[in-house]
C-alpha cells in the first residue's frame, strides 16, 4: 500500500466502527443511553488500530475483529469516564462535550464506566470459533488495562509524592498510554492467527507508537485548540501533573515525538510492504491537532 490517503482510511474505518458500535447500544434499559453518550464522538484510534493490524496481518473477514475493536474502544471510553472524575483530574469538557459526571452526576459516571469496561468482555467473546485466539485477546487486553497498566499508570499519575524526573514519567506514560495503543495492535495480529514472532513484533512497534501518542498528547494540552481536541487545554499545567513539557520544555517534546515516530516506523518496516498502513498512522499520530 503506497499514497496512503490516511484522513480518507481513518474515516472509512470510523464508520464501520461507529455504525458496528450502535448494534450494541439498542437495549431499552437507560443505562445503555448513557454508556453511548460516552461513547459518541471518539476518534476511534484504538480500534482502527486493530482493524489495520488484522488486515495487514492477512485477516480477511472484519467481522472476525469488529467485536473486539468496539470492545477496545469501551474499555478506552471508561478509562476516560473516571479519569474526568474529580477524584482523578476533574474535567467538565470530553470529546467536545460535557464529562459524564458533569451531564449525569458522578454516581451514574462511575456506574456507566464500570457498564462499559464489563460490556467489552461480553464483545469478546462474540461469534462462533477462533476460541483459543479469543482467549488470548482477552489474556492480552486484561493483562494492561489493570494494575500492570493503564490502571496503575493512573495511580502514579496522581501521585502528588512524584517526582519531576524523566523516569517517571516515561512509567506514567508506558502504563497509562502506550501499552492499551500497543495491545491494540496486537490483538488484530491475534485474531488474524498470526505467528508469535510477528505478534510480538507489532507489540514492540505499538509501544513506540503508544509513546509517541502520548507525547503528542502533551504537546497539544499546551498549544491544541478546544474545539479540535474536545477538551480542556492548558489543564494539565494549570493542576501540576507531570508531562512531557514540564520536563523537555515543548521543543524537547517535539524531538522526542519525532524520535518514537522514527522508531515505530523502523520497527513497523522490519515487517514487510503490508504494514505500510502503520507509517501513515504513525505520520498522523506525530502531526495530528487533535
Do not use: W
Amino acid at each position: 500500500m503506497t499514497n496512503i490517503d490516511i484522513a480518507k482510511y481513518l474515516l472509512e474505518k470510523k464508520k464501520i466502527v461507529d455504525s458496528a458500535i450502535l448494534k450494541y447500544f439498542t437495549h431499552k434499559n437507560p443505562l445503555f443511553q448513557i454508556m453511548y453518550y460516552s461513547v459518541d464522538g471518539g476518534k476511534r484510534i484504538r480500534p482502527i488500530l486493530s482493524i489495520a493490524s488484522f488486515e495487514s496481518c492477512g485477516g480477511s473477514d472484519i467481522d472476525t475483529i469488529l467485536p473486539i475493536a468496539c470492545g477496545l474502544e469501551f474499555i478506552h471510553t471508561y478509562s476516560l469516564i473516571h479519569d474526568d472524575l474529580p477524584a482523578i483530574d476533574n474535567d467538565d469538557l470530553r470529546r467536545g462535550k460535557a464529562s459524564a459526571h458533569k451531564k449525569f452526576g458522578e454516581a451514574r459516571a462511575i456506574l456507566s464506566g464500570d457498564g462499559l469496561f464489563a460490556y467489552a468482555f461480553e464483545l469478546f467473546t462474540e461469534g462462533n470459533g477462533l476460541i483459543r485466539e479469543k482467549f488470548a485477546a482477552i489474556k492480552a487486553v486484561s493483562e494492561i488495562i489493570g494494575p500492570k497498566g493503564i490502571v496503575y499508570g493512573q495511580t502514579l499519575d496522581i501521585d502528588e509524592k512524584k517526582t519531576l524526573s524523566p523516569k517517571v514519567l516515561r512509567e506514567i506514560h508506558l502504563n497509562k498510554t502506550a501499552k492499551f495503543i500497543a495491545v491494540s495492535v496486537k490483538v488484530g495480529a491475534i485474531m488474524a492467527q498470526s505467528p508469535k514472532n510477528t505478534i510480538d513484533m507489532l507489540y514492540n512497534a505499538g509501544l513506540c507508537l503508544g509513546m509517541l501518542f502520548q507525547y503528542t498528547d502533551d504537546i497539544l494540552d499546551v498549544i491544541g485548540e478546544k474545539d479540535k481536541i474536545g477538551k480542556t487545554p492548558g489543564k494539565d499545567i494549570v493542576s501540576g501533573k507531570l508531562t512531557a513539557p514540564s520536563i523537555y520544555g515543548l521543543d524537547g517534546t517535539r524531538f522526542r515525538a519525532q524520535r518514537y515516530a522514527e522508531l515505530a516506523k523502523a520497527k513497523f518496516s522490519t515487517l514487510g510492504k503490508n504494514f505500510e498502513i502503520f507509517h501513515a498512522l504513525t505520520d498522523f499520530v506525530l502531526n495530528r491537532t487533535y
